[in-house]
């Protein structure tokens, strides 16, 4: 059988151009190992073995099983479903571009050829290369590799475009597109009063979709509503306006239950995917381009311009302060009233 050797580790088949799988058999850094390589590529199993014979220092882990093992960790950490599903469809493309490859043996240049595969936008991108860079930072922390190849690939650049509030006009034409939506369905005529309570409470609440699906009943007291982002998990109260307060009571009639505005059953995702899509209907019917996300954008705009400061309003909307500022900060009403006298006391010298 021909052999070929090196630093002691050997791989061996009939001949280099046989699909039989590829074995290896020797000793790597004094302890004995005879295994498969789960390979039928000739150089493909010399590249592998180099990578084991340079990891000096570190474990020989293959990509493959450090993706299982940093879910393992992600599940343990109790992180968000939504988040554990991005890793996961992280973990299956690194699986198949890098299977068997050990993690020490991935380079900065690899990393870039993956990503040059991604077919997103440079936001999207952005974020996805911030969880490659985590689950090489949790490598690292392991010891399975010597440094973060994935901090060496500069993040893309993304144009932040102005958050845009709705107008008083637009918002209105929302509220009475209301009762224009379709009334079938279980709930019937009802839909346009759940949807209207929806409405009201993303535009006056700040909660995000997702957020105001999970809403349940023991959160109103009175007019007074305690919003509790799932992403700070810090709990603040807010008081309503009574009309929304009077629809949002009317939409728990029609169907009383833990949530206002979820049955509990099924997955939350679909849930959410489905007043998405009502939101969408809602913006062809009332002829306003919007989403679920302006309505939280014009009721931190609102507050801002009506002097509450950057520091609450990040509470309120379960934000840090750097990212109240990055997207409200051209709205804060104290800070453009300096700026304005700032340059009227230029004008004057």
């Known amino acids: ?88 469809l992280l973990v299956k493309e690194l699986k198949e571009e890098f299977g068997n490859r050990t993690v020490a ?24 290369l911030e969880r490659l860079r985590s689950f090489f930072r949790f490598c690292m922390d392991s010891e399975w590799c010597g440094r973060n190849p994935a901090q060496g690939i500069k993040a893309p650049i993304a144009a932040t475009l102005p958050t ?6 637009d918002f209105d034409k929302i509220v009475w597109a209301c009762e224009l939506f379709p009334a079938n369905g279980i709930y019937r005529k009802g839909n346009r009063i759940r949807v209207r309570a929806f409405v009201l409470l993303l535009r006056y609440s700040g909660l995000r979709i997702r957020d105001a699906v999970l809403l349940t009943e023991d959160k109103l007291v009175g007019n007074k509503l305690l919003l509790y982002s799932a992403k700070t998990g810090v709990p603040v109260h807010i008081p309503l306006p009574e009309e929304v307060v009077k629809q949002l009571a009317w939409a728990y009639e029609l169907s009383p239950g833990k949530y206002f505005f979820w049955s509990g059953a099924g997955e939350v995702k679909s849930c959410v995917n489905d007043w998405q899509r009502t939101l ?22 609102e507050l801002l311009q009506k002097g509450v400061s950057l520091e609450n309003v990040a509470v309120l909307l379960g934000n840090t302060i750097k990212i109240a500022e990055k997207h409200y900060s051209p709205w804060v009403k104290s800070r453009q009233e300096s700026l304005t006298a700032e340059i009227e006391k230029a004008w004057k010298l």
Request: glycine content about 8%; hydrophobic content about 35%; overall charge positive.
């Open 1 to 88: 059988m021909r052999e070929l050797k090196r630093s002691g580790v050997k791989d061996f088949r009939a001949h280099r151009k046989c699909q039989c799988p590829i074995w290896a058999q020797g000793t790597l850094r004094g302890q004995w190992m005879k295994k498969s390589l789960d390979l039928r590529n000739w150089e493909a199993a010399q590249k592998l073995i180099r990578e084991w014979e340079s990891g000096a220092g570190h474990k020989t882990i293959p990509v493959k099983e450090a993706c299982d093992r940093f879910l393992e960790d992600c599940k343990a950490r109790h992180l968000r479903p939504p988040t554990i599903a991005k890793y996961n």
């Open 105 to 128: 043996g991935i380079t900065v240049d690899e990393l870039r050829a993956y990503r040059e595969g991604w077919e997103l936008g440079a936001i999207s991108a952005g974020k996805k």
């Open 164 to 169: 845009l509030p709705l107008t008083k006009d």
């Open 280 to 301: 969408s209907r809602l913006s062809e019917l009332s002829g306003v381009r919007f989403h679920a996300h302006m309505l939280r954008d014009t009721f931190a705009v």
